[in-house]
């Protein structure tokens, strides 16, 4: 098991572009994407809505996956990074993932 999959079963509470940067908080945490993301899926897919499962691919893409289908996916592709980090992921208990 991942650490990432603390999001599986949580709820998304808030999903907001701000600058080149997508924020997304889950009650069980906030995850931020520093290289592109692509939001799949109606507003009214997303809001409080629960995380159905999650698939990271190594080199490619991590995408959380919604009840309703919908679909976050954020690249990890190398020459999609425009830093040193992908995401990062801050757990409401402390956990932090950085890829």
């Known amino acids: 098991m991942s650490e990432l999959?603390?999001?599986v079963g949580s709820t998304?509470?808030?999903l907001k572009q701000e600058n080149e940067?997508?924020?997304c908080t889950f009650s069980c945490g906030v995850v931020c994407a520093?290289?592109?993301a692509i939001v799949t899926?109606?507003?009214e897919c997303f809001i409080n809505r629960v995380v159905h499962s999650i698939?990271?691919?190594q080199g490619l893409s991590?995408?959380?996956?919604m009840k309703s289908g919908a679909k976050i996916e954020i690249s990890l592709v190398d020459t999609d990074y425009s830093g040193s980090e992908a995401f990062c992921a801050k757990f409401n208990c402390g956990v932090?993932?950085?890829e």
């Open 5 to 7: 999959d603390r999001i």
């Open 12 to 14: 998304l509470l808030g």
């Open 21 to 23: 940067y997508l924020i």
């Open 34 to 36: 520093y290289n592109p």
């Open 41 to 43: 899926g109606k507003n």
């Open 55 to 57: 698939n990271y691919k």
């Open 62 to 65: 991590f995408s959380i996956i």
């Open 96 to 98: 932090i993932v950085v």
